[in-house]
Antibody, heavy 118, light 113 residues
């Protein structure tokens, strides 16, 4: 069974940093690209960043480019999102999602909440 | 960036009825390989999104065949036949043809009468 479990969220002041993790199991992690997708409270889904299976290709949304860094450790089956210079508008539930069949985000974690507030 | 427009924003249906949700894109979603990377997700209340349909019309894992997807180019439809109580939630279309970015529709909230 595919499982994605996010961790590392919490309350952080504006301008500070936070690192999210996503532990994958139930599939060969090193064979799949991965995504971070977020959802602000009461809002829709917003793509944040993607990374290919071997980390060769990395992409960011314009809203986080230069502030967030996506990475992965295939030996640890873990995806990361390093977030710096956090803003109030980064407050959201952050999901990791697998790049699956037909370029679809086919499996999602339960999400981890990040709240940016003073 | 490609803009995905979903309609209606919400709808209320009785158990057993059928319903359709529309998703229109600002550009054709046919990729250079001839495939169309348009998918549908369901976010049930308090849950993370789940893949329902990928590449316009292919059912995701474990998805009942009451769900079906059609469309081409810029115009797509998700149909739910014989709605059940467990179908309530917010439905999103998402395109991966013109990635990056991955872009989502604004969602359609399905309520059960």
């Amino acid at each position: 069974e595919v499982q994605l479990v996010e961790s590392g969220g919490g309350l952080v002041q504006p301008g500070r940093s936070l690192k999210l993790s996503c532990l994958a199991s139930g599939f060969t992690f090193s064979n799949y690209g991965m995504n971070w997708i977020r959802q602000a409270p009461g809002k829709g889904l917003e793509w944040v960043a993607s990374i290919s299976s071997s980390s060769s290709y990395i992409y960011y949304a314009d809203t986080v480019k230069g502030r967030f860094t996506i990475s992965r450790d295939n030996a640890k089956n873990t995806l990361y999102l390093q977030m710096t210079s956090l803003r109030s508008e980064d407050t959201a539930l952050y999901y990791c999602a697998r790049w699956g069949t037909g370029r679809s985000p086919d499996y999602w974690g339960q999400g981890v909440m990040v709240t940016v507030s003073s | 960036d490609v803009v995905m427009t979903q309609t209606p924003p919400s709808l209320s249906v009785a158990i057993g009825q059928s319903v359709s949700i529309s998703c229109k894109s600002s550009q054709s979603l046919v990729y250079s390989d001839g495939k169309t990377y348009l998918h549908w997700l369901l976010q049930s209340p308090g849950q993370s999104p789940k893949l329902l349909i990928y590449q316009v019309s292919n059912l995701g894992s474990g998805v009942p065949d009451r769900f079906s997807g059609t469309g081409s180019q810029k115009d797509f439809t998700l149909k739910i036949s014989r709605v059940e109580a467990e179908d309530l939630g917010v439905y999103y279309c998402v395109q991966a043809t013109h990635f990056p970015p991955l872009t989502f529709g604004s969602g359609t909230k399905l309520e059960i009468k």
